[in-house]
């Protein structure tokens, strides 16, 4: 029997040497994270920080471009729109067309007026150089104190009321000030792509599917003369153009309608322009579609994209104890709805949601009511 050695080694020790080797590992790993002030989560935070470094010192940078991006964007899409689909509609219906004219141009300026006033309006900070009687501890990088619902962003280097995240497509944090404008540009933008997919199907359809084999060319041209069949089944070659074998006639003239070829609409750049909107409004609805959806909920439950984490732990926590945990700011669905998109002091739904509207958020930002106080009106705070 032959023994497998090597560099002198057999086959029983080289396993062993990797045991010991893989047992010192785990045992190094160990003593690295051996209690909560270095466990492994902290250890992992440690490998991530050149990244973490990165997104702190260069997002605020990078945030002027993805602005100028999605207003690029935007003016493409709506451009394409005017260009192929207003003359599509236009010769189809012109009824048609007027309605989808207002439509369209009432989701356009919701889009545009919610993106800007999400960009120039800033989320909010604590008042610097005034003793907060509504802090509730300290924040650890600007060392001030920290109002409820405020949290430390890295990358603005200061602390935001009611912060939900910083957003590089806005170049600007999400949080007390600015979050209403930023959940209805999500929600107007996805419901902007859904109008022009579904007005543009038909469009897509003929110059996409119908005209796409307009313009073929024979490769390979077919050769020979006309033939045709008699009554035993026997090919003959037709010689004569005579379309009647019973009398010699000349040939007959059909004046049939000769179809209108639209070249523009046929041509290349047309074809990748619809290309383009295709591929750009379904992903907007599948992107910003399921982050409006996931907003959607967290409004529901009256809680921020932090505080849903911080709740997700309390609750965890609160399990343990056999206790349940309930979030001080969830005054139930109506309420919450009502409190974030400021329809109180008589506000309307239709002034305030479908309309453009430039009234700020109830309150200061510094304090906020929550489900221990005594019963308040609608008309909150």
Same mark, same amino acid.
Request: charged share 20%; net charge neutral.
């Given at each position: 029997m032959t023994r497998i050695t090597w560099r002198g080694h057999s086959t029983q020790e080289l396993l062993s040497i990797l045991r010991l080797r893989w047992s010192y590992m785990k045992h190094c790993w160990h003593s690295l994270t051996f209690n909560a002030h270095m466990n492994s989560s902290y250890a992992s935070d440690v490998c991530l920080t050149p990244i973490f470094w990165f997104v702190d010192n260069y997002t605020h940078c990078l945030g002027p471009f993805f602005v100028v991006g999605v207003a690029a964007l935007t003016t493409s899409v709506v451009s394409i729109a005017y260009w192929i689909g207003l003359p599509f509609w236009w010769a189809k219906s012109q009824l048609v067309t007027y309605f989808l004219l207002i439509v369209g141009n009432w989701l356009l300026l919701n889009v545009v007026f919610h993106y800007v006033m999400a960009v120039i309006t800033p989320a909010g900070h604590p008042p610097e150089g005034v003793s907060l009687v509504e802090a509730v501890s300290m924040c650890g990088k600007c060392i001030a104190p920290k109002p409820p619902r405020t949290h430390h962003c890295s990358i603005c280097n200061r602390c935001i009321l009611k912060m939900d995240h910083h957003c590089p497509w806005l170049n600007n944090c999400v949080g007390y000030g600015n979050h209403r404008y930023f959940f209805?540009?999500?929600?107007?933008?996805?419901?902007?792509?859904?109008?022009?997919?579904?007005?543009?199907?038909?469009?897509?359809?003929?110059?996409?599917?119908?005209?796409?084999?307009?313009?073929?060319?024979?490769?390979?041209?077919?050769?020979? $003369?006309? /033939?045709?069949?008699?009554?035993?089944?026997?090919?003959?070659?037709?010689?004569?153009?005579?379309?009647?074998?019973?009398?010699?006639?000349?040939?007959? /003239?059909?004046?049939?309608?000769?179809?209108? /070829?639209?070249?523009? %609409? %046929?041509?290349?750049?047309?074809?990748?322009?619809?290309?383009?909107?295709?591929?750009?409004?379904?992903?907007? /609805?599948?992107?910003?579609?399921?982050?409006?959806?996931?907003? %959607?909920?967290?409004?529901?439950?009256?809680?921020?994209?932090?505080?849903?984490?911080?709740?997700?732990?309390?609750?965890?926590?609160?399990? $343990?104890? $056999?206790?349940?945990?309930?979030?001080?700011?969830?005054?139930?669905?109506?309420?919450?709805?009502?409190?974030?998109?400021?329809?109180?002091?008589?506000?309307s739904f239709w002034r305030t949601v479908l309309l453009p509207s430039w009234h700020k958020p109830e309150g200061t930002g510094l304090s906020f009511h929550t489900v221990n106080d005594a019963p308040f009106e609608d008309g909150w705070p």
């Open positions: 209805l540009y999500m929600t107007y933008t996805t419901l902007g792509c859904l109008f022009l997919i579904l007005f543009g199907l038909e469009i897509g359809h003929k110059y996409l599917w119908l005209d796409h084999g307009e313009n073929w060319t024979e490769i390979e041209p077919l050769e020979g $003369q006309p /033939v045709k069949f008699n009554l035993s089944g026997h090919i003959i070659p037709v010689t004569h153009p005579n379309e009647y074998d019973e009398f010699v006639l000349p040939p007959a /003239v059909h004046n049939l309608p000769t179809p209108i /070829v639209d070249t523009d %609409a %046929a041509s290349p750049g047309r074809r990748r322009a619809l290309w383009f909107m295709a591929f750009t409004n379904v992903a907007v /609805v599948l992107a910003l579609g399921s982050l409006s959806i996931w907003h %959607a909920k967290l409004i529901t439950r009256g809680e921020t994209s932090v505080e849903a984490h911080i709740n997700e732990a309390e609750r965890k926590r609160h399990l $343990q104890q $056999q206790r349940i945990y309930i979030n001080p700011y969830n005054f139930g669905t109506k309420k919450n709805w009502k409190l974030f998109l400021g329809l109180v002091r008589g506000r």
